[in-house]
């Protein structure tokens, strides 16, 4: 049974920071697409950044394009994301997913295996 299990949110300031980190408990992480989604209430899930197995390559949606960083640790089987000027708007769940598979991938139904997710609330 693969579990995925995000940490790191909260609530937090308009203009502040948070980390968000991932533990799959997959043997083979690096054989795994990872991605961040977030979903608001009332809104569709969405991905706001994806990352090859290797980490060499990402995907950022435009909302979050320079302001958050995916990255991943394959040693130490985590991603993370760094989210920087938080704004508002990024109040959501975010969910972290890994998908079987090489290539980046925005469309939820492509990953495999999902997290709870994390609360993260912005305040104006």
């Known amino acids: 049974q693969v579990q995925l299990v995000e940490s790191g949110g909260g609530l937090v300031q308009a203009g502040g920071s948070l980390r968000l980190s991932c533990a799959p408990s997959i043997r083979t992480f690096s054989s795994y697409a990872m991605g961040w989604f977030r979903q608001a209430p009332g809104k569709e899930r969405e991905c706001v950044g994806a990352?090859?197995?290797?980490?060499?390559?990402?995907y950022y949606d435009g909302s979050v394009k320079g302001r958050f960083t995916i990255s991943r640790d394959n040693a130490k089987n985590t991603v993370y994301l760094q989210m920087n000027s938080l704004k508002p708007e990024d109040t959501a769940v975010y969910y972290c997913?890994?998908?079987?598979?090489?290539?980046?991938?925005?469309?939820?139904?492509?990953?495999?295996?999902w997290g709870q997710g994390t609360q993260v609330t912005v305040s104006s």
């Open positions: 997913a890994a998908r079987d598979g090489e290539g980046l991938r925005v469309r939820p139904s492509l990953y495999n295996y």
């Open positions: 990352i090859s197995r290797s980490g060499g390559t990402t």
